[in-house]
């Protein structure tokens, strides 16, 4: 087949995805779903993060570390809801607020005129001990205070309402008006000083304007249909439930439940719209479980329950927990990808128009690894790689190059870091040609599509003008980001040693858009001024500002690396593909040179000069991720270490240190169970010492676990992005040679 009939099967490809996307309309997504909650569950089991409390004696509030209490036995939707326990005393006073999971790419913005928010007392309380109310919004512009008992009568033992309050009742009594459409916050606060102590047990936060559910108490049946296939797989310490996706505009969510003995069922969580799987710990092997699903409306009607799926926790070998691991985040990119683009979201829960350039290579990556080990075939692998390329072959170029990131119903450029970044951006495209190299290596068979595949994919890589982010001929280096509105404004400049050494080895592999092999010496390991200023300017330190390094740390010498290594994606994101075993340039063995990074890492964290929760020989990997108050890229040193654990920081060193990342795998999966594993495997980051889990999982973060864990067990992604042809010719012009460096002390 020549080129043009291969394009034009192509095109045919394409159609077909098209029609069957119109016959077929993609899940609702969550963004819809938080345009609407502000509080459905607390991931952590003991107190809610996004909450706060105080008391003032002689009135009294039960609070955890200044939190407000999870209550783990009643709750409106499962698994938990909040407990307000206070007592009201003249003289006295408290608050509780509830607070909206301000979570990266989330707008605070709620669709809906009404607050809903189901309550529930053992013991009933009078209308008139009821506390007051208030809300504030994004800006900390807040309400006036509301009795609850104008819209709530005297609350019956042990019987669930839903209270209804229209949000323009709230009057504005801070200096700004209140925006309504921004609420953030639901404050309550003591009214009545009876003395007496009370319970309320509070629940399904929401703004909606559509019809009140009060009416329609749970269980009443909805016009929703039951979900359909549902699937249990038992593995070591949980079970993984999954089902067909119920695609009606009336979905809210999907609520999952379990029984014990084969006949009494009772709920143990929702799910997401969007999302159609739950991860259910048992907590330890040979514990059998039946699960039945339903689909629930807004007014919390539910469909009939599914079919009965029933599996049981088992012992598994340390090879099997590690396939579970690689499949568990490989679904982060094949169920969780973008339903048009196939492109990598750049977290879930998150924005879903935004697709992430640099986590959709990884994405493919870990597409490689699903298909070789099965868990999806190569035809699914194929179909998902040629949407990807498709998308991205209309995709906005800058020079060839992608932006970071793009919507992925259009591809237009998304200019999430601000203005000036609405151009190329360099690293990302190295990573995305990362991943699609390695594809075209492995989609390399005879069959007709996938030789059309290889010839997209490397027109793509031939388009891509490294040359062009030098900025000008005689520049020594190369730049992170170019646009055409603001040109070389960001001016970041491309210098090791980061995450970034593979930038410089495709560009200067590049059969059609080439930089000389000395850049890769003035430009990325640079040691004069330029290079010096700026490793200082992110690490605040000397040691290994001039790309060497030579100090030790715990006793562990590090030739190259920053400070003591920085965080560990470092040693990652280039590594996926570059297989630095066994060769060296002048300064270094880079394998080697990771694994120390690595090492004095897990040192770091036995030594914990923080004294944070939970460090130790098993729980270690400081690397970058939002944290309980937003992102920081994590390191061994105290200045960058503020008590956040990012599990990918050990799940992706397994090449680097295998029994120190199977102790801290096993931790995770074992000790740390449902806190800090979900439906795409380990949630992003945990702080035991400030009882916070990360709400979200990261596009960036899920797939080098996948793809490093391959890359340990069978070298499968190293082996195909080193056969590329152009990658040996490269590594000879930059002079890299076999075996290991003794570094030079500078
Ligand atoms: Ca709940």
Request: proline fraction near 5%.
């Amino acid at each position: 087949m020549n080129n043009r009939a291969s394009f034009q099967y192509a095109s045919r490809l394409v159609l077909q995805f098209l029609f069957l996307a119109a016959i077929f309309p993609f899940a609702k997504a969550d963004t819809q779903y938080y345009k609407h909650t502000l509080f459905d569950n607390s991931l952590e089991p003991d107190a809610y993060y996004y909450s706060s409390g105080r008391a003032s004696a002689p009135s009294a509030l039960e609070l955890i570390h200044g939190k407000l209490p999870v209550s783990r036995d009643l709750f409106y939707t499962p698994p938990n809801a909040l407990r307000l326990k206070w007592r009201s005393v003249p003289d006295g006073g408290w608050e509780a607020g509830i607070s909206a999971i301000n979570f990266r790419n989330r707008e605070i913005a709620f669709h809906g005129d009404t607050l809903f928010f189901w309550c529930f007392s053992a013991a009933g309380i009078p209308a008139s001990s009821l506390p007051l109310i208030q809300v504030s919004d994004a800006g900390g512009n807040f309400s006036n205070s509301l009795p609850l008992e104008k819209f709530v009568a005297s609350l019956a033992p042990g019987k669930w309402v839903q209270v209804q309050i229209p949000l323009d009742e709230f009057k504005t009594a801070s200096i700004h008006e209140l925006e309504l459409q921004h609420v953030e916050k639901v404050v309550f606060v003591q009214n009545q000083s009876d003395g007496a102590e009370h319970t309320l047990i509070v629940d399904e936060f929401m703004i909606d304007d559509r019809l009140a559910a009060a009416s329609a108490p749970a269980g009443t049946a909805s016009s929703l249909p039951a979900p359909q296939n549902v699937r249990a797989k038992g593995y070591e310490r949980h079970v993984d439930i999954s089902w067909d996706s119920v695609n009606e505009a009336a979905l809210e969510r999907y609520v999952v439940y379990r029984s014990l003995d084969g006949s009494d069922f009772t709920p143990i969580g929702i799910q997401v719209p969007g999302v159609n799987r739950y991860a259910d710990f048992l907590g330890k092997p040979g514990v059998s479980a039946r699960y039945k699903v339903a689909a629930s409306d807004h007014r919390y009607k539910l469909s009939p329950f599914s079919n009965e799926a029933s599996a049981a926790t088992k012992t598994l070998s340390d090879d099997e927990l590690l396939t579970m691991l690689q499949e568990a985040c490989f679904r982060y990119y094949w169920e969780g990808a973008h339903p048009i683009s196939g492109m990598t979201l750049e977290n879930i829960p998150g924005d879903d128009r935004i697709v992430a350039t640099g986590a959709s290579g990884f994405g493919i990556m870990a597409l490689l690894v699903g298909v070789d080990r099965g868990f999806i075939t190569r035809e699914q692998g194929l179909e998902r790689l040629t949407k990807i390329v498709t998308f991205i072959e209309k995709a906005p170029r800058y020079h060839g190059v992608w932006s970071h990131f793009m919507d992925g119903d259009s591809a237009k450029t998304l200019p999430v870091f601000g203005r000036f970044d609405n151009g190329g951006d360099l690293v990302e495209t190295a990573f995305l040609m990362e991943g699609l190299l390695s594809a075209r290596q492995y989609f390399n068979g005879p069959a007709v599509h996938e030789k059309d595949l290889f010839q997209r994919i490397s027109h793509l890589w031939e388009t891509v003008e490294w040359d062009w982010y030098r900025r000008s001929p005689q520049s020594d280096a190369l730049y992170w980001h170019w646009s055409p509105e603001w040109s070389w404004h960001i001016n970041h400049r491309l210098t090791g040693y980061n995450e970034a050494i593979i930038v410089y080895l495709l560009a200067i592999a590049s059969p059609t858009h080439a930089v000389p092999a000395e850049l890769y010496y003035s430009g990325w390991a640079n040691q004069g001024e330029a290079g010096a200023k700026y490793r200082q300017g992110w690490s605040a330190t000397h040691e290994g500002d001039r790309y060497v390094n030579g100090h030790s740390y715990y006793g562990i010498k590090l030739d190259v690396g920053v400070g003591s290594g920085g965080p560990l994606f470092f040693t990652h994101y280039s590594y996926m593909g570059f297989d630095a075993r066994g060769i060296h340039d002048r300064f270094t063995d880079y394998f080697n040179d990771n694994q120390a990074i690595a090492k004095i890492n897990l040192a770091y964290c036995i030594e914990n000069p923080g004294h944070y929760q939970g460090y130790g020989a098993n729980f270690w990997g400081l690397t970058a991720s939002d944290g309980a108050d937003g992102y920081m890229p994590h390191e061994p040193t105290p200045r960058m270490d503020d008590g956040t654990m990012t599990f990918t920081g050990a799940l992706s060193s397994f090449p680097y240190t295998p029994q120190a990342s199977m102790a801290a795998f096993k931790h995770i999966y074992r000790d740390l169970g449902d806190r800090a594993w979900g439906e795409y495997g380990p949630r992003d980051a945990i702080n035991l010492s400030e009882d916070w889990v990360s709400p979200i999982f990261m596009g960036l973060n899920q797939a080098p676990i996948t793809v490093m864990v391959e890359n340990y067990r069978t070298g499968l992604i190293w082996k195909l992005f080193m056969s590329n042809p152009e990658i040996e010719p490269m590594l000879d012009r930059i002079g890299f040679k076999p075996g290991r460096v003794a570094v030079k002390s500078h």
